[in-house]
């Protein structure tokens, strides 16, 4: 054997059987009784992230580890372009239009990453941050900077100055980054900020040019240098280690960053594939799609560790997944000539792809689909099941939790705006807080509540103290993850997301820190009060907008509009429109109260609906409230007057329904 080989020698790690035919009704609890009975530690592919990739790719080292497309209608690498064959030779590698590496070549490109690091001085506390698209070698990157030292994605569509932040705050050694690429900007924004950030010593650049003077190195030619079948640094990695840094929120002051150990990655990842594959564990032919970035846990963890580390293959949907080209118009197309059985997507892809045909397509080897980072339309949810045949499962989770916390069980039937069932191993309560956020008790059915979370995947805090103040329950001695969220928990297990206490803005699935608004735009001269929410919208979930107090009555919405492109950094949390009201809204104590903006802007969109379908005399005898509600948090009450039809009101509810707020319509008498 040889010493590649020996080095895909899988750890000896038992996999339990699960015994008996479930019955379907309540087969999921059954099943979770039974896996928790085994214990996580016989579920998980290894000790550490090393250890899991390593035993995944020992399986079968010979089988394709991942297939990268660069746009989506080159699915079929017999029928490459032949004006894409001539880029690829004139442009690189990074113009390889589909390419492939087997599970030896995934371990080796690992193994070289990590001893590449090392020798860049590396170390287990040290940090190395990603300014990646979705390649191939992101996947080196990634594992190869957790076995090194603590790997930092970083989204790259954020602006320089937000990225040269998270570097700052994360203390940086390596940095990671795509070359001068056609129709991407990334390294522009290397080149700006590289010097601004005091512990970076180099910059690997993947498909780009070395220039030792300036300490950037090419990262793919100087990778073959390195021992591909080993760590040459000898590192024995404990799974209490930090293995990556995930920013999760702000653009503003001090980036909030989450830190994950190994424990906690590969913990979730056998969580998961405890909770949606079969007894028998994976299938030979099971495939896994990737359309989320890898900078989000999501991409990383849920279809990117857990299949790899049971060796199940994944496709890279090209490099900026479900934004890349001809990605959505194709996916069907993937999906049938790769054989796919899973993939994750947030509802603006499902919403997406609902524009797409797929009757042509054979959709049968494509077991499940999983909705998560935001809520999912009742609309979206019914018409993607519908039109795809498709079993879609949605699910809940936190970067703060390494990825996921629940999810809709496979064995039963999906109960429509539920988030599912906790997953094997996690522990989710719903609890009643006092003001100073202070346990007083467990809620009861359907009573809304804060989530706490508990078990293996939940990290141990954020990187900096601060932003750890309050994040922890103590119920009876032990800590609990304060989640922000609220919720409820119905009588059968199930929860329900009903609000958010922590006040993100979750726009096609990126969180948005209302502060990284309201700062910037307190700061203008003649602004008293800021508060920045979330409008429902039916393609991204939601999309920022701001109500404002002024001192200088003079200043125009236009004037505060033109300062927010201006001042605010985040591209994505630009407002959509600007409210400018003369009293804002504000609890017994003084402080904004919210959820009424957020009312009055679900009425706004409901109001705008019954405009489109009624005549004018008819939408303006409609009245529409929105208030609080015990179970759902919230509920839109819609009056309409007696002429209006069935028909109106069949097109209202479809309207409506693309959103995921409750409702009631009360026709008058």
């Known amino acids: 054997m040889s010493a590649e080989n020996?080095?895909?020698?899988?750890?000896?790690?038992?996999?339990?059987?699960?015994?008996?035919?479930?019955?379907?009704?309540?087969?999921?609890?059954?099943?979770?009784?039974?896996?928790?009975?085994?214990?996580?530690k016989g579920f998980l592919a290894g000790n550490t992230t090393y250890e899991a990739i390593k035993n995944g790719a020992a399986i079968n080292p010979e089988k394709t580890a991942i297939q990268y497309l660069l746009r989506g209608d080159y699915f079929d690498e017999n029928k490459i372009p032949l004006k894409a064959k001539l880029a690829h030779k004139m442009l690189g590698g990074i113009a390889c239009p589909n390419r492939s590496v087997n599970f030896k070549e995934l371990f080796s490109g690992v193994n070289q990453c990590a001893n590449l690091l090392h020798d860049l001085n590396v170390n287990k506390d040290d940090v190395v941050s990603l300014l990646l698209p979705n390649f191939i070698e992101t996947h080196f990157a990634l594992w190869g900077a957790e076995a090194a030292g603590i790997v930092n994605p970083v989204n790259p569509l954020l602006e320089a100055e937000v990225i040269r932040d998270i570097?700052?705050?994360?203390?940086?050694?390596?940095?990671?980054?795509?070359?001068?690429?056609?129709?991407?900007?990334?390294?522009?924004?290397?080149?700006?900020?590289?010097?601004?950030?005091?512990?970076?010593?180099?910059?690997?650049?993947?498909?780009?040019?070395?220039?030792?003077?300036?300490?950037?190195?090419?990262?793919?030619?100087?990778?073959?240098?390195?021992?591909?079948?080993?760590?040459?640094?000898?590192r024995v990695i404990n799974p209490q280690d930090h293995a990556s840094m995930f920013h999760t929120g702000g653009t503003t002051g001090t980036p909030k960053?989450?830190?994950?150990?190994?424990?906690?990655?590969?913990?979730?990842?056998?969580?998961?594939?405890?909770?949606?594959?079969?007894?028998?564990?994976?299938?030979?032919?099971?495939?896994?799609?990737?359309?989320?970035?890898?900078?989000?846990?999501?991409?990383?963890?849920?279809?990117?560790?857990?299949?790899?580390?049971?060796?199940?293959?994944?496709?890279?949907?090209?490099?900026?997944?479900?934004?890349?080209?001809k990605v959505v118009e194709n996916f069907f197309n993937i999906i049938e000539h790769k054989k796919v059985s899973f993939f994750s997507a947030v509802p603006t892809a499902l919403g997406a792809?609902?524009?797409?045909?797929?009757?042509q397509c054979d959709l049968s080897s494509l077991r499940f689909a999983i909705s998560g980072a935001a809520p999912i339309p009742v609309e979206t949810f019914k018409n993607f099941q519908d039109k795809t045949g498709i079993k879609l499962l949605e699910g809940y989770g936190l970067t703060e939790a390494t990825c996921a916390s629940s999810l809709t069980p496979m064995e039963n039937k999906a109960r429509i705006g539920s988030i599912g069932?906790?997953?094997?191993?996690?522990?989710?309560?719903?609890?009643?807080?006092?003001?100073?956020?202070?346990?007083?008790?467990?809620?009861?059915?359907?009573?809304?509540?804060?989530?706490?979370?508990?078990?293996?995947?939940?990290f141990s805090g954020y990187l900096e103290a601060k932003h750890n103040d309050n994040i922890w329950i103590d119920v009876d001695g032990q800590q609990w993850l304060n989640?922000?969220?609220?919720?409820?928990?119905?009588?059968?297990?199930?929860?329900?997301?009903?609000?958010?206490?922590?006040?993100?803005?979750?726009?096609?699935?990126?969180?948005?820190?209302?502060?990284?608004?309201?700062?910037?735009?307190?700061?203008?001269?003649?602004?008293?009060?800021?508060?920045?929410?979330?409008?429902?919208?039916?393609?991204?979930?939601e999309?920022?907008?701001?109500?404002?107090?002024?001192n200088d009555l003079s200043i125009s919405a236009q004037q505060i509009m033109d300062y927010a492109v201006a001042n605010i950094q985040e591209r994505a949390a630009?407002?959509?429109?600007?409210?400018?009201?003369?009293?804002?809204?504000?609890?017994?104590?003084?402080?904004?109260?919210?959820?009424?903006?957020?009312?009055?802007?679900?009425?706004?969109?409901?109001?705008?609906?019954?405009?489109?379908?009624?005549?004018?005399?008819?939408?303006?005898?409609?009245?529409?409230?929105?208030?609080?509600?015990?179970?759902?948090?919230?509920?839109?009450?819609?009056?309409?007057?007696?002429?209006?039809?069935?028909?109106?009101?069949e097109k209202l509810t479809a309207a409506i329904d693309a959103y995921s707020f409750q409702y009631e319509i009360e026709n008058q008498k």
Not at 9 to 35: F, H, M, N, V
Not at 277 to 282: F, I, K, N, R, V
Request: aromatic share 4%.
């Open 6 to 40: 020996m080095a895909l020698a899988p750890q000896e790690i038992s996999k339990p059987t699960l015994s008996g035919e479930l019955e379907a009704q309540d087969g999921y609890l059954l099943r979770l009784a039974e896996i928790e009975k085994q214990g996580l």
């Open 167 to 234: 570097l700052n705050a994360a203390g940086t050694k390596v940095l990671i980054a795509l070359g001068n690429a056609p129709g991407n900007d990334i390294w522009q924004k290397v080149l700006k900020i590289k010097d601004q950030v005091p512990t970076l010593k180099t910059v690997l650049v993947l498909f780009g040019k070395s220039n030792p003077g300036e300490n950037i190195l090419n990262f793919e030619k100087t990778l073959k240098k390195y021992p591909a079948d080993k760590l040459v640094s000898g």
């Open 257 to 325: 960053i989450a830190l994950h150990s190994h424990a906690n990655e590969v913990a979730n990842a056998a969580m998961m594939s405890a909770a949606l594959l079969s007894q028998e564990g994976p299938q030979e032919d099971d495939k896994a799609l990737v359309g989320l970035p890898l900078f989000h846990v999501n991409a990383a963890i849920a279809t990117g560790l857990m299949p790899l580390s049971m060796g199940v293959p994944i496709i890279l949907a090209g490099p900026g997944g479900f934004r890349s080209e």
């Open 353 to 359: 792809l609902l524009n797409v045909d797929s009757s």
């Open 421 to 458: 069932i906790r997953l094997p191993f996690s522990q989710v309560k719903i609890v009643m807080l006092d003001d100073k956020d202070e346990y007083l008790r467990e809620a009861a059915p359907n009573e809304i509540g804060v989530l706490a979370l508990r078990g293996p995947n939940v």
């Open 483 to 541: 989640s922000g969220d609220l919720g409820r928990k119905d009588q059968d297990g199930y929860l329900w997301l009903t609000g958010r206490k922590k006040e993100l803005i979750i726009r096609g699935g990126h969180n948005i820190d209302p502060k990284s608004i309201e700062e910037p735009l307190a700061a203008m001269k003649g602004v008293d009060l800021v508060a920045a929410i979330g409008r429902p919208d039916s393609y991204a979930g």
């Open 543 to 550: 999309v920022p907008v701001v109500y404002l107090t002024l």
């Open 574 to 649: 630009v407002p959509k429109t600007i409210h400018i009201i003369k009293d804002m809204p504000v609890t017994a104590v003084g402080k904004i109260f919210k959820p009424q903006l957020s009312w009055w802007q679900i009425e706004d969109v409901i109001q705008g609906h019954l405009e489109e379908i009624l005549d004018k005399s008819q939408a303006t005898g409609c009245h529409v409230s929105v208030s609080r509600h015990e179970k759902f948090g919230c509920m839109a009450n819609i009056s309409m007057p007696k002429p209006v039809t069935r028909l109106h009101i």
